[in-house]
């Protein structure tokens, strides 16, 4: 069975810095590309960044490009999401999820974890 | 950037009805088009992709039309269960940047 499981988040200050983690099971993890992707509260889905399979790769939003660096460790089954410089807007549940390359050349995203919770406030 | 608008925000209906759910392009996606159901405290859902094609084990009464800019989604009679919220996202390969609509809920009459 696919699990896809977030963890790392927090309340943290204006300013400062986070780790999201992404334990992967189920699948041959180094096969795939992994995104994560937010939810502010009550709102929308939001794109945050994607890496490919081998981590060669990376692409970011422009809202987050500069300040958070994805990265992956495929020894290790993990999806990671450095986050610094962080603003009230970045607070939202973050969920990192599966690109398939069967669906949409590994596009859109098959498999959701339940999401972690990012609190940025003074 | 791409920007999706879903119309309408809210749409109410009947169980056994028809819904039909809007999502517009600011430009050109081709068939770039995916369609998510959200039901409260979960995560999103892959019901369409490539916009027409239903994703692994989604019911038959979901189906996707449309390219370029203007898609649709169709659920022909509708369950209890697919009350939730509905997003598209398009998957334009370059620039790498992937954006969603904001969301139709779809509630019961």
């Known amino acids: 069975e696919v699990q896809l499981v977030e963890s790392g988040g927090v309340v943290v200050q204006p300013g400062g810095s986070l780790r999201l983690s992404c334990a992967a099971s189920?699948?041959?993890?180094?096969?795939?590309?992994m995104h994560w992707v937010r939810q502010a509260p009550g709102k929308g889905l939001e794109w945050v960044s994607l890496?490919?399979?081998?981590?060669?790769?990376?692409y970011y939003a422009d809202s987050v490009k500069g300040r958070f660096t994805i990265s992956r460790d495929n020894s290790k089954n993990s999806l990671y999401l450095q986050m610094n410089s962080l603003r009230a807007e970045d607070t939202a549940l973050y969920y990192c999820?599966?690109?398939?390359?069967?669906?949409?050349?590994?596009?859109?995203?098959?498999?959701w974890g339940q999401g972690t919770l990012v609190t940025v406030s003074s | 950037e791409i920007v999706m608008t879903q119309s309408p925000a809210t749409l109410s209906v009947s169980p056994g009805e028809r819904a039909t759910l809007s999502c517009r392009a600011s430009q050109s996606v081709s068939s770039n088009l995916a369609w998510y159901q959200q039901k409260p405290g979960q995560a999103p859902r892959l019901l369409i992709y490539g916009a027409s094609t239903r994703a692994t084990g989604i019911p038959a009464r979901f189906s996707g039309s449309g390219s370029g800019t203007e898609f649709t989604l169709t659920i022909s009679s509708l369950q209890s269960e697919d009350f939730a919220v509905y997003y598209c996202q398009q998957y334009n390969n370059w620039p790498r940047m992937y954006t969603f609509g904001q969301g139709t809920k779809l509630e019961i009459k």
């Open positions: 189920g699948f041959t993890f180094d096969d795939y590309a």
């Open positions: 890496i490919s399979w081998d981590g060669g790769s990376t």
């Open positions: 999820a599966r690109a398939d390359a069967a669906y949409c050349g590994g596009d859109c995203y098959d498999y």
